[in-house]
């Protein structure tokens, strides 16, 4: 356990989890977007080989587990999707490891009324409050084109671009909930 710990392999808590989650998050999306195989295509309804609408969420969640699964199964992290938390909620995916830590995994499409909302009152708190998960959480917004993005709930102007989601999605987390969400 030391060794795949020190060797950056294997998570030694939940904090570890949600980096390593992160990094292959972001691995996946850079393929996505630069790999000759067009594997944007497995988040849109393609006809005449142009994409000609967002699929929807629970596809797009199983694509990313597809995609996330082989890079965690020599790690034994496992991952599972649609997985009950307190009062009958389904978080779309959950990493644990070995049962000792967990972490929950929020997506939605940038164009789901709930993007705005989801972080706060589905993510942390309905998931990152399981014991095993230790206040930690992954929020994922599929971004296609921003187009459907719902306004704001503080008013301001929609963002033009997904980095510009992230950062005012993570604006509204307080320092401590930016180290674990």
Known sequence: DVVQTLSNRAPANTADLLALAVDMLDDIAR????????????FWNVENKKPVSQREENL??????????????????EIENEVDYAADKRAD???????????PIEIKRDSNADVWAGLRK????????????????VYVVLWFDG????????GDRRPKSPKELQRRLEASLSSEEQLRI
């Open 31 to 42: 393929e996505i977007r630069q790999e000759n195989d067009d594997g944007y295509r497995a």
């Open 60 to 77: 797009c969640r199983d694509n990313l587990l597809r995609w996330l699964r082989p890079r965690l199964d020599p790690l034994r992290v």
């Open 93 to 103: 995916l959950r990493l644990s490891y070995r049962n000792c830590f967990q972490l």
């Open 122 to 137: 589905q993510l942390i708190a309905q998931y990152a409050i399981a014991p095993k998960a230790a206040g930690h959480g």
């Open 147 to 154: 187009a459907g993005l719902p306004a704001p709930m503080d």
